[in-house]
């Protein structure tokens, strides 16, 4: 899988690479396993070599999550059809065994050290996608128009977008016009979804290059997120960036540090409103 070929090494590589190094100081293991639920995680691999290995039996073993697979401590049943408590339990089993667990939401940080009180809960984020904001090309406010939604079509965003575009879109069609009242739909595999073939106002782009020159021209970014795994929403960063207000659900929200049904206006003038 990709995260194994990342380095250019393959499974088998990886250990005759490791044993060839004299001193391991620090392992961060990232391990997207809930993608393969059937396959043993990234820590259940490595952690145990690591362990015996020489060149790194003193080494701080960091295990990185940017999805929590038991989000916020809800509950092993949250998510039972899409990864199951087996991968819950395997993650639950890589914090275990590790020196320290990086994370994305700060949500997250308390119901790990619930479990676990000695360990380590750092926080980290996966952004490398965003330009900052004086990279930027920020259009006019006044020379948008029409809301914007991004995402790729798996399951859960399916139903937020068809939920934006068959209730929301016709009431802000009712209050700003037709012309105004506009929905663009950009992620891959969006051009498939049949609900949004045919529905007035509504624009898919599917897959597109460039998300950012579309979201220069939007005046709003929604973004309802109401299923799937609890986790930090780079795509509202990306908006942000470049002066669209995001609105967007207490789920969508979590990691930015807000407080519900509020608007938030930080120093750049962007907006966040979460209800």
């Not at 194994?4 to 005759?16: E, M, N, S």
């Not at 009712?174 to 049949?194: M, W």
């Not at 470049?242 to 206006?265: A, D, I, K």
Request: hydrophobic content about 45%.
């Amino acid at each position: 899988v990709g995260p194994r070929l990342v380095c250019g090494l393959t499974t088998t590589d990886i250990p005759a690479y490791l044993a060839e190094l004299p001193e391991i100081d620090l392992v961060l293991m990232v391990s997207t396993f809930w993608f393969y639920p059937e396959l043993r995680s990234f820590p259940e691999l490595w952690i145990p070599f690591l362990r015996e290995n020489a060149a790194s039996s003193s080494a701080k073993l960091v295990v990185m999550a940017d999805v929590v697979t038991c989000p916020n401590g809800l509950g092993l049943d949250d998510e039972p059809n899409e990864v199951g408590p087996q991968a819950h339990g395997a993650q639950l089993l890589g914090f275990a065994a590790a020196d320290a667990v990086a994370v994305e939401l700060s949500e997250d940080k308390p119901w790990i050290q619930r479990l676990f009180p000695a360990l380590p809960v750092l926080p980290i984020r996966f952004v490398s996608t965003v330009s900052p904001l004086e990279e930027c090309d920020v259009s006019p406010f006044s020379a948008r128009k029409g809301l914007i939604w991004v995402g790729s079509a798996h399951f859960d965003n399916q139903k937020a977008v068809e939920f934006v575009a068959r209730f929301v879109l016709p009431l802000v069609r009712a209050r700003v016009g037709k012309e105004e009242g506009t929905l663009v739909v950009v992620g891959g595999g969006t051009d498939a979804i049949e609900s949004l073939k045919g529905l007035e106002g509504v624009h898919v782009m599917g897959h597109v290059s460039d998300v950012a020159a579309l979201l220069a021209l939007a005046k709003v970014c929604v973004s309802p997120t109401l299923y799937g795994r609890a986790r930090f929403q780079t795509k509202h960063l990306q908006a942000l960036a470049r002066g669209v207000p995001v609105v967007t659900t207490e789920r969508g929200s979590l990691g930015y540090h807000l407080t519900p049904n509020t608007t938030h206006t930080p120093h750049t003038h962007t907006h966040t409103h979460t209800h």
